[in-house]
């Protein structure tokens, strides 16, 4: 299916969104809005900078505003909202982070996961779920060759094990709960996404945002690190494909990668030089091995099924992705209407 095709399976669909103020929850909604899906988004208040706010959705969706692990609200917001489409992207999205605060990091990813499946237990109007997840949740044996769906889940730090335990979860309610009520799930598996709008602290191409702003150097931590990085748009339109595949036949769940090709797994370095040749103005990195905890140093996924099931394919190289960041960013920096600008961006990668 054309991606064309898949937007317009989407005009009057009732969607529910969780994290829908976060980086990627806010493209996803901009995307939806325009193809005319009646959107429902939950998740915590934005910070600032809010990409959710300059991207003029606000009074053009529904928002409501609670924490995923306040499970009595998020039933409020199922019951209200009755979707037909759950995307299930609220979650604690850092490494870092999730050293510093693991029980935050469970609480959220675990107990969100148990929430959006209970909410949909318990609903009769929900046909499709797809469970956003990450490529981290793979037991990471620093091979040189990209993960496959049915590869061993594991993960070292609390973030990576957490997501895991999300798919567990999930992969739990589907074969309990899900399977005699005619509903559709599938868990998605991204790689690192880059984009307009992501203000993320201890996040490579933030980082490098706020330096080329003059809020210091870029230093980039672990420069040989392999990563799939990819642009936001990327997962979003394989998250969209496939649960409107699934709602119309539920032979397409399941678990599914979604990454970049073999040649555009590029190294943090690499993805930093990137940025500093697209900014102009002098920008340059440097490394920093500093001792910090353990992240994993080689990682790619193999996204063979995603390309056999639904014909997939990448759209923006890495050049291409970093490039239309870098435009974002001096765009925002302009003051001009940025909700324009996504709808502009989307336009091209369709």
Not at 92 to 113: D, K
């Amino acid at each position: 299916m054309e991606l064309s095709e898949v937007l317009s399976f989407y005009k009057n669909k009732r969607v529910l969104v969780t994290g829908h103020t976060g980086f990627k929850g806010t493209w996803l909604c901009r995307i939806l809005a325009g193809a005319g899906a009646e959107v429902t988004g939950f998740a915590l208040r934005p910070k600032e900078p809010s990409l959710f706010a300059m991207a003029g959705l606000e009074g053009r969706i529904g928002s409501v505003f609670g924490d995923i692990r306040d499970l009595g609200h998020l039933q409020k917001a199922f019951q209200q909202a009755e979707p037909e489409i759950v995307f299930h992207l609220a979650a604690q999205p850092l490494v870092r982070e999730s050293y510093q605060n693991p029980v935050g990091t469970y609480g959220v990813n675990v107990m969100g996961a148990v929430h959006v499946c209970e909410c949909i237990r318990a609903s009769a109007s929900v046909k499709s779920f797809v469970n956003v997840t990450t490529d981290k949740v793979y037991c990471n044996m620093e091979w040189e060759w990209g993960y496959r769906e049915d590869d061993r889940l594991g993960g070292y730090d609390p973030y990576s094990s957490s997501k895991s335990c999300s798919e567990l979860v999930t992969q739990s309610y589907k074969d309990s709960f899900f399977r005699g009520m005619g509903l559709a799930v599938s868990a998605v598996r991204a790689g690192n996404v880059v984009g307009g709008g992501d203000f993320a602290e201890n996040r490579i191409v933030p980082d490098c945002v706020r330096a080329a702003m003059g809020e210091g150097r870029i230093i980039v931590r672990n420069p040989k690190s392999v990563r799939p990085y990819q642009h936001v748009l990327e997962p979003l339109a394989a998250y969209l494909m496939i649960a409107a595949e699934q709602y119309k036949d539920r032979q397409y769940e399941g678990s599914y990668n979604v990454g970049p090709r073999e040649d555009d797994c590029v190294t943090t370095g690499e993805l930093a030089e990137l940025f500093c040749k697209c900014w102009g103005d002098g920008v340059s990195w440097e490394s920093c091995l500093e001792e910090g905890p353990h992240e994993a140093s080689f990682l790619k996924l193999d996204c063979a099924r995603m390309k056999q099931v639904f014909g997939w394919e990448q759209r923006w190289n890495i050049e291409e992705a970093i490039a239309n960041t870098v435009a974002w960013t001096k765009a925002w920096l302009a003051g001009q209407d940025m909700a324009a600008f996504m709808d502009k961006q989307i336009e091209d990668f369709l």
